[in-house]
């Protein structure tokens, strides 16, 4: 341990790169709020095309595949939200459209995970979001699968069972900001950093978990991720 450290720091989070045995160093997790037309309408939204709004998940808050999601304190309602995940892997602020996907490593599927209950009542109060969406274990998610394997897509089924049945099921191509839009438009934001991973938004069918449920869900030609909550 270095010595300028009072105790042991946390370990570094980090996800599995599929393929290879090495990991994908996690630096931020920024989560895209409402971009699927169908999911703003279910959550009382008109889906126009204003500019996208960000909040932010902490990174020890990401469960790998293989583990489960416990089920959190404070809450009686926990909704499951499946998405596509961008992978950063090159630093970059002020990103042109075009240039956005040079800053792209690959992609996953996430799993955001919010205390309904408890984002609904900071909503009312024009509160944050942290209690409801940025708790421990929050942010399951699949290994990591390169763009230079599986390209850019623009397109596929974004899908959710529980317990076996379909419980979300849309497109990528519904996304209303897609991927380079929304590197873009958030490096203008913040300075993006190798490391960094942006959940994309989910379609609509968000709905409630309980304990001993199973989820399973994916990206059709990205990946699959099964979390299992106890």
Request: hydrophobic share 40%; net charge negative.
């Amino acid at each position: 341990m270095p010595d300028e450290y009072i105790f042991e720091p946390v370990p570094q989070p980090g996800l599995e790169i599929s393929g290879t045995d090495k990991l994908f160093p996690v630096h931020r997790i920024y989560c895209v709020g409402r971009n699927y037309a169908d999911h703003a309408i279910e959550m009382g939204h008109d889906p126009n095309r204003d500019p996208p709004f960000f909040f932010q998940k902490n990174p020890d808050s990401l469960v790998r595949q293989g583990q489960d999601f416990p089920y959190p304190p404070a809450t009686s309602d926990v909704h499951f939200e499946m998405e596509l995940v961008i992978a950063i892997g090159k630093d970059g602020i002020d990103i042109a459209n075009d240039a956005a996907l040079d800053h792209v490593f690959g992609y996953a599927v996430g799993l955001d995970m919010t205390r309904r209950d408890l984002q609904g009542e900071a909503k009312k109060l024009g509160r944050p979001w942290e209690v409801g969406k940025a708790f421990e274990s929050s942010a399951p998610c699949s290994p990591i699968v390169p763009a230079s394997v599986i390209g850019h897509p623009e397109k596929g089924a974004i899908w959710l069972n529980v317990n076996g049945v379909e419980r979300q099921r849309g497109d990528l191509s519904q996304m209303i900001w897609k991927v380079p839009e929304t590197v873009a438009y958030l490096s203008t934001l913040f300075s993006l950093k190798a490391g960094d991973l942006i959940f994309t938004g989910t379609p609509a069918g968000v709905g409630a978990i309980q304990r001993g449920d199973k989820m399973v869900g994916g990206v059709d030609g990205i990946s699959e991720i099964e979390v299992g909550v106890v």
